[in-house]
T-cell receptor, first 117, second 115 residues
């Protein structure tokens, strides 16, 4: 079974440029997460989707970040315009949650490493 | 609010020695606790988790952790380190009762294993 797939793995851009990251979750997983991981830090949640609905985007900087999950499967995270401080690894994860029965077992992709110059 | 503190950003052990990675949590409700491992240039992978029941939980690759409510701890141990255990380890708590089950991660502990 294929795992969570993310692309691109690496991206280098100049500040003020736009960038987009794509995530394909594990088939059948209804919950999708985007996490931000700064160097030497643990992952921090940016947004969580239940199917196609964003149920928690409280930590997403909405002035420059946007995300979508069309048809409740793939997802795209966009930054426009990028700033120097956005250099980090963007992790996508998925899980299957039935109702309120959350297991906490997330399956992570390998991440997209962004460098903003 | 829930939080996790991992003591020691870097731990170094010799091959065959005991591995002990420390994690303390803060939670106003009974927590669900997790350890995840991240190998270089890879995503995180679940090692083990505590939800309810037995407080000593066993995970993959010979790791185990014990939930101690009185100490608000969930330390990760392995009796004998192997070179392949070198990775970064993250403790996490799930905010089950509040905001619908988001994982809150600690800052991580990088484990080095010396030959």
């Amino acid at each position: 079974e294929a795992g969570v797939v993310q692309s691109p793995r690496y991206k280098i851009i100049e500040k003020k440029q736009p960038v987009a990251f794509w995530c394909n979750p594990i088939s059948g997983h209804n919950t999708l997460y985007w996490y931000l991981q700064n160097l030497g830090q643990g992952p921090e949640l940016l947004i969580r989707y239940e199917n196609e609905e964003a149920v928690d985007d409280s930590q997403l900087p909405k002035d420059r970040f946007s995300a979508e999950r069309l048809k409740g499967v793939d997802s795209t995270l966009k930054i426009q315009p990028a700033e120097l401080g956005d250099s980090a690894v963007y992790l996508c994860a998925s899980s299957f949650n039935r109702g309120q029965g959350r297991t906490g077992e997330l399956f992570f992709g390998e991440g997209s490493r962004l460098t903003v110059l | 609010a829930q939080s996790v503190t991992q003591l020691g950003s870097h731990v170094s052990v010799s091959e065959g020695a005991l591995v002990l990675l420390r994690c303390n949590y803060s939670s106003s409700v009974p927590p669900y606790l997790f350890w995840y491992v991240q190998y270089p240039n890879q995503g995180l992978q679940l090692l083990l988790k505590y939800t309810t029941g037995a407080t000593l939980v066993k995970g993959i690759n010979g790791f185990e952790a014990e939930f101690k409510k009185s100490e608000t701890s969930f330390h990760l141990t392995k009796p004998s380190a192997h070179m392949s255990d070198a990775a970064e380890y993250f403790c996490a708590v799930m905010n089950y009762g509040g905001s619908q089950g988001n994982l809150i991660f600690g800052k991580g502990t990088k484990l080095s294993v010396k030959p």
